[in-house]
């Protein structure tokens, strides 16, 4: 399995995904042109690839075929369910 690395305060800031770039390229919203990592390049560096404060791995083909809110893939709280607890 294959997954992409985004860059949580970059998201945070843009409220979109931000995707880590290829080598020396910026970070992108484009999944087209992220860095892709393999999982035991993930595993054996968690606090680089996936720490859950500035990095979340997010496995590539769950970014290609999401179709709800973003937030949902880094499980942030989504304005619909924000408005569904406020109920």
């Known amino acids: 399995m294959t997954y992409y ?3 949580l305060p970059e998201t945070r800031q843009a409220q979109q995904l931000i ?3 290829i080598g020396y390229q910026p970070n992108s919203t484009d ?3 992220a860095l ?3 999982e035991d390049h993930v595993n054996a560096n968690l ?3 996936d720490n859950g ?3 979340r791995a997010i496995l590539t083909h769950i970014v290609e075929t999401h179709t709800g809110d ?3 893939l880094v499980g942030w709280t989504t304005p619909a369910q924000q408005e569904g607890a406020a109920a």
């Open 53 to 55: 404060r500035t990095t």
């Open 36 to 38: 892709v990592v393999n």
């Open 5 to 7: 690395i985004i860059s």
């Open 19 to 21: 995707f880590w770039g």
């Open 47 to 49: 606090e680089r690839y």
């Open 70 to 72: 973003w937030r949902e």
């Open 31 to 33: 999944h087209g042109k």
